[in-house]
């Protein structure tokens, strides 16, 4: 069964950074667009940014300018690099296939706090 692995969270400050990994099955992540998502404590699970193969990329309005999405295809990789973080950004990062609703992953864990 399809699998994804998040990796890359942790404790940060407010204003610091962190890169998330996800390690995606390479049958599905070269031919589609892939996505990071993320569910605070208490809400539902929202999309942050996406990417498609080619590597045009969308962001959701809280991240913009601030979170960079990037995919390495010969890997079956997705990234996120996170800068300027904020308390809000505290979550659990998840990523997906949005067309083929893979299985969720463990997630990783973002905490960011003084």
């Known amino acids: 069964q399809a699998q994804l692995v998040e990796s890359g969270g942790g404790l940060v400050q407010p204003g610091g950074s962190l890169r998330l990994s996800c390690a995606a099955p390479g049958n599905i992540f070269r031919y589609y667009i892939m996505a990071w998502y993320r569910q605070a404590p208490g809400k539902e699970r929202e999309l942050v940014a996406d990417?498609?193969?080619?590597?045009?990329?969308n962001y959701k309005d809280p991240v913009k300018g601030r979170f960079t999405i990037s995919r390495d295809n010969a890997k079956n990789t997705l990234y996120l690099q996170m800068d300027s973080l904020k308390p809000e950004d505290t979550a659990v990062y998840y990523c997906n296939c949005p067309s083929q609703r893979l299985p969720w992953g463990q997630g990783a864990q973002v905490i960011v706090s003084s």
């Open positions: 990417i498609t193969p080619s590597g045009r990329t």
